[in-house]
């Protein structure tokens, strides 16, 4: 009977030891990033937002491999690694190639095939940048990537009735209020809950995010209330100061500092991770970099190539995409949050600014020029927005397979097939929406508020606030090479008060559960993982909606 029992579990060993991606696992997930990345890139550019999608599409992998009965925790989970990529493919492009319209730009100036080897560029080099980075930031860095984790248990749910239960409660209480906030029962009237709830006497205002505070609790009060510091410093020091002394453009410094504050963080993280003194992890750290220098070399000779840029401008470029894609995964697994137009603006920033400085100069008796344009320093934003958003997109999803022991090769690989599927299909919806839809940018009565692009394209003049630019930079770096938990500071300069509050209200609630019990914390953290799906599942569906009714009326 011992030796029975023995066999099978070896039989079942090896089962799971072979490939998990498998014809049903790409089909599925191919069909799954196509819906997606469709109905992302609507609500984006209709609504200004952009939910994560690893929830939803994780669940409906659950749905549909669950279907053919025979299927296992990796195979869903790589199937939910090709689906979600769709959304950040959508959103890359909807935050950055706007803007030439935007600006007085027209549609048949973007050539159809340039933008979709642009959206492939960016997808590439974000899935293999990441999987470059993925051991330091995930096995080593051990960062939380909540919406990873938040995926893994809810497929990990499945196995123990109790857990199953508690994330169930969560995930139908966030749908619920999710629902009721961004649907309308009756039309002409607002929904039945407000979104932003402000308190009397008091300049406080929260969200009503069900997502927000459960990425709160997981994250834990120390990086909330540093997150909260961040946003406190603007409202009640920076706002105050500025009125005191008649700033008028203190919201472009505020970002100008808070951008310069990112980028010193992510020099930090690279500088880290290159030259750590760990003996063990020595031949890590040069593979690390012989990866990047291949990779680097051969992105430098296909943008000189495509885009006609002079070698030094496609040098800066490819170390924009690294510096970036380190900052992007390094936010997403702090916070849960990826600010993918503030990693457009900066390319846009520095690259134009080095073109002016350059441009005419003659070294030498060798005249430097280039040819770059409007258009062109849009898709080259579009090649960093896209490469960032895919980096926290297949870090949380790498989290999820790390703690399942999924193959990270074989995630890598799905990566790249939702992504390739999602580009053809952004690249047809572009050209569709943008021909339909007249009136685009944040003004009233608008067909698609396109509230991202319209941001971007406001920084086509260059880096306002240098000054106050390499400030940030500076702080950033010092603070988070003396390792500081300043991330999520620099966070809270940048993202909304509404939104910090929100988010902080989430780290007291896991405070207050860890002085209660170990039991009584683990159960919230349950919760909380179903409070981060419900809203994501109910954000996609009415996403999905209103696509369908664009082609139904």
């Known amino acids: 009977m ?32 196509v819906l997606v990345s469709a109905s992302s890139f609507y609500i984006v550019l209709k609504f200004g937002a952009l939910p994560w999608p690893t929830i939803m599409v994780t669940l409906l992998s659950m749905m549909a491999l669950k279907f053919f009965k025979k299927t296992n925790n990796k195979e869903i989970t790589i199937t939910h690694t090709i689906m979600s990529a769709g959304s950040m493919v959508a959103g890359g492009v909807a935050f950055t190639v706007p803007a030439y319209i935007i600006l007085g730009g027209k549609l048949t100036d973007i050539n159809q095939r340039l933008l979709f080897i642009t959206i492939l560029i960016g997808s590439i080099a974000g899935s293999f940048l990441s999987y470059i980075f993925r051991s330091k930031l995930i096995e080593e860095e051990d960062l939380e990537f909540p919406i990873g984790e938040a995926a893994y248990n809810l497929v990990n749910s499945g196995k123990n009735n109790a857990s199953f239960h508690y994330v169930s409660f969560g995930t139908l209480f966030s749908s619920a209020v999710a629902l009721f906030r961004d649907f309308s029962f009756t039309k002409g009237k607002a929904p039945i809950i407000p979104a932003l709830v402000s308190l009397k006497n008091v300049p406080f205002s929260f969200y009503v995010s069900p997502l927000l505070v ?53 020099i930090a993280v690279i500088l880290k991770i290159i030259f750590s003194n760990k003996s063990k992890n020595n031949s890590e750290n040069r593979s690390i970099i012989t990866k990047l220098f291949i990779l680097s070399a051969v992105s430098i000779i296909v943008i000189i190539f495509i885009y006609k840029l002079p070698i030094f401008l496609a040098l800066v470029l490819v170390l924009i995409s690294i510096l970036c894609t380190i900052i992007a995964g390094y936010s997403t697994g702090k916070t849960g949050v990826n ?3 503030i990693y457009a603006i900066i390319t846009i920033l520095v690259i134009s600014f080095l073109n002016k400085m350059l441009n005419g100069l003659n070294i030498g008796g060798i005249k430097f020029s280039t040819n770059l344009n409007t258009l062109t320093l849009f898709l080259l934003a579009c090649i960093i927005a896209v490469a960032c958003g895919l980096s926290g997109d297949i870090l949380n999803d790498f989290k999820s397979g790390y703690k399942m022991k999924v193959n990270p090769s074989e995630q890598l690989f799905g990566e790249l097939i939702g992504s390739i599927a999602s580009s053809f299909v952004i690249t047809f919806l572009f050209f569709v929406f943008f021909k339909v839809y007249k009136t685009i940018g944040p003004v009233e009565n608008t067909d698609l508020i396109a509230l991202q692009a319209s941001i971007v394209a406001t920084v086509i003049n260059g880096i306002p606030f240098l000054n106050i630019f390499f400030i940030g930079l500076a702080a950033g770096l010092l603070l988070s090479l003396l390792n500081l938990p300043v991330l999520t500071f620099g966070i809270g300069i940048y993202v909304p008060f509404y939104l910090t509050s929100t988010v902080f209200l989430g780290g007291l609630a896991s405070f207050f559960g860890n002085r209660i019990s170990q039991k009584s914390h683990s159960n919230l953290l349950l919760i909380s993982n179903g409070l981060m799906s419900g809203e994501a599942i109910i954000g996609v569906i009415l996403s999905i909606v209103a696509y369908i009714k664009l082609f139904v009326k």
């Open 2 to 33: 011992a030796k029975k029992r023995a066999s099978k579990t070896n039989k079942n060993n090896n089962k799971s030891s072979g490939l998990n991606i498998t014809f049903k696992s790409i089909l599925i997930g191919i069909i799954g990033a």
């Open 214 to 266: 459960g990425i709160g609790y997981v994250l834990g009060f120390v990086n909330t209330f540093v997150w909260f510091l961040g946003g406190a410093a603007v409202i009640f020091v920076g706002e105050p100061l500025a009125k005191m002394f008649k700033i008028a453009d203190f919201p472009i410094m505020k970002n100008s500092f808070g951008m310069g504050f990112m980028i010193g963080i992510g």
């Open 339 to 341: 600010p993918m137009e």
